[in-house]
């Protein structure tokens, strides 16, 4: 059986082939995203998404219809429609903190499950973009 480094590791690869995969397509489809995450080792398992000038709940929703469990701001806002102190407390403003998803790991993923969530990310990232393009 495994033991927590190697489970740990293969969620680094999991983790990494979403981050990688989202990457990739952003440039493609020409939207931009940053990682309010930090890189250490131990936070690979979350990772927290800022997606400018997209509501995150809107966001949660959408992907939660094509199976892509993710959750808005952080989790000490979870329950809250509050923009999350956690997030402004790293610097980020209201605006960006309410434009944040957290997307969670487990030793459960494949990297072909990140790679599938990614491109769904991306889709409809890119779908949310054109209709506030039309808007303006």
């Known amino acids: 059986s495994e033991n927590k480094e190697q ?13 990688g995969r989202l990457l990739q397509l ?4 020409g939207f931009k995203f940053e990682c309010n ?3 250490n080792r131990n936070t690979s398992k979350i990772l927290s998404l800022r997606f400018n000038n997209i509501d995150a709940e809107t966001l949660v929703i959408m992907l939660g219809e094509r199976g892509v469990c993710v959750s808005a701001g952080s989790a000490c806002s979870s329950h809250s429609s509050e923009p999350s102190h956690a997030l402004k407390a790293v610097g980020l403003t209201d605006e960006q903190a309410r434009s944040t998803i957290r997307v969670s790991f487990s030793e459960y993923n494949t990297v072909a499950e990140a790679h599938e ?20």
């Open 7 to 19: 489970i740990s590791t293969r969620i680094d690869v999991v983790s990494l082939g979403f981050g």
């Open 37 to 39: 995450t930090s890189t």
């Open 26 to 29: 952003s440039e493609e489809l």
């Open 117 to 136: 969530a990614a491109e769904i990310v991306a889709d409809c990232v890119s779908l949310l973009n054109s209709i506030g393009e039309e808007e303006v």
